[in-house]
């Protein structure tokens, strides 16, 4: 059998000691862990942007990536949507008595890869172990610390009539790459998560003197919640076209098969890019030379009217609203 989380491991002694040695410690130690101090002293210059997420997926695992990289993803993305430098994590760990070692120091150096490639250093963490049957095997929390560097910052409030909406890629892979896995559900054309970071892309967007006006990861809820989001914030009509919303096929053709809608699937390595109109070509441009949006496309504009609502038009030619998400459509997705 191999090695097991214990109840002892949260004990704050030294078995406590011994797992942070061996685990956290030897993955992610950088000069500010190593001080093990009750916190971690670091600069920032100017503004600050301030994340926080917890992340629960089931399963833990998955094509593409596992909840080890998307816990550091998933923040790095948020505080980069605000025009920000990602510098610092720091990650929190409640862990099942019983939890295999091995796949925690997996998890754990999984994050630690993430880490490196986003630029950002894990400055502070903390584990606590619970007993068997209260919590399912591993939960996550991660806070990120950036410094701002848009002027100005990106926000939903900022949508403004005529603005375009880009889109860094296809939609869908997260959501229903996990719902596959955790299903068995066997497609016919294998599907992968979109797990990325984000913050290298949208810094080449600000240093090339792209002005976003919004960024937002559509992650739960998917894209037409996110849009939905951004049109209450602004106060402003979202129109969008079918058509030019990208979809993998194997996505598009899974979905068709088990009746879900792409668009409200959750994605973790893309995001929407509201800007002025005499900036769209060239965002474009940026984003085509980068892996993370060489699909990248306009897919809509901001209108004046229908306030607070996103209008979709279908490859018909109809027209429909589209709703934020209604319940919980996957539950555990991120």
């Known amino acids: 059998m191999g090695k097991k989380i214990l109840l002892d491991y949260g004990s704050g002694?030294?078995?406590?000691?011994?797992?942070?040695?061996?685990?956290?410690?030897?993955?992610?130690?950088?000069?500010?862990?190593?001080?093990?101090?009750?916190?971690?002293?670091?600069?920032?210059?100017?503004?600050?942007?301030?994340?926080?997420?917890?992340?629960?997926?089931?399963?833990?695992?998955?094509?593409?990536?596992?909840?080890?990289?998307?816990?550091?993803?998933?923040?790095?993305?948020?505080?980069?949507?605000?025009?920000?430098?990602?510098?610092?994590?720091?990650?929190?760990?409640?862990?099942?008595?019983?939890?295999?070692?091995?796949?925690l120091e997996r998890i754990v150096a999984s994050m630690a890869q993430a880490a490196r490639h986003a630029g950002v250093k894990v400055v502070a963490g903390d584990t606590k172990v619970v007993p068997r049957g209260m919590a399912d095997k591993i939960f996550i929390n991660t806070t990120g610390l950036g410094e701002v560097v848009a002027k100005p910052a990106p926000g939903g409030r900022r949508a403004r009539?005529?603005?375009?909406?880009?889109?860094?890629?296809?939609?869908?892979?997260?959501?229903?790459?996990?719902?596959?896995?955790r299903q068995g559900l066997g497609l016919d054309a294998p599907v992968r998560s979109d797990c990325a970071s984000l913050n290298h892309v949208v810094l080449k967007l600000l240093r090339a003197g792209v002005r976003p006006r919004v960024l937002r990861d559509p992650t739960r809820g998917g894209l037409a919640t996110t849009l939905n989001e951004i049109a209450l914030q602004s106060g402003v009509g979202v129109e969008i076209e079918e058509s030019a919303v990208p979809v993998d096929p194997a996505v598009a053709s899974g979905c068709e098969i088990l009746g879900l809608d792409p668009l409200y699937l959750a994605n973790?390595?893309?995001?929407?890019?509201?800007?002025?109109?005499?900036?769209?070509?060239?965002?474009?441009?940026?984003?085509?030379?980068?892996?993370?949006?060489?699909?990248?496309?306009a897919i809509g504009r901001i209108t004046a009217e229908n306030a607070g609502k996103v209008a979709l038009r279908t490859s018909l030619g109809g027209r429909r609203l589209l709703g934020m998400l209604e319940g919980e459509q996957l539950p555990r997705i991120c």
């Open 13 to 103: 002694g030294l078995a406590s000691q011994r797992l942070v040695a061996e685990v956290f410690v030897k993955h992610l130690s950088n000069a500010f862990l190593a001080r093990m101090d009750d916190a971690a002293l670091v600069k920032l210059n100017g503004p600050v942007a301030v994340s926080t997420d917890s992340f629960t997926v089931d399963p833990i695992f998955f094509p593409g990536g596992d909840i080890g990289c998307l816990a550091v993803h998933g923040t790095v993305n948020d505080v980069a949507m605000m025009g920000a430098r990602p510098r610092y994590l720091t990650c929190g760990f409640i862990l099942e008595e019983g939890f295999e070692f091995d796949d």
């Open 268 to 297: 973790e390595g893309k995001f929407l890019c509201v800007v002025e109109p005499g900036q769209a070509e060239k965002a474009l441009g940026i984003l085509h030379m980068d892996k993370l949006g060489r699909r990248a496309c």
């Open 161 to 181: 009539p005529g603005d375009v909406v880009l889109l860094s890629g296809t939609v869908g892979d997260h959501g229903l790459t996990v719902l596959s896995c």
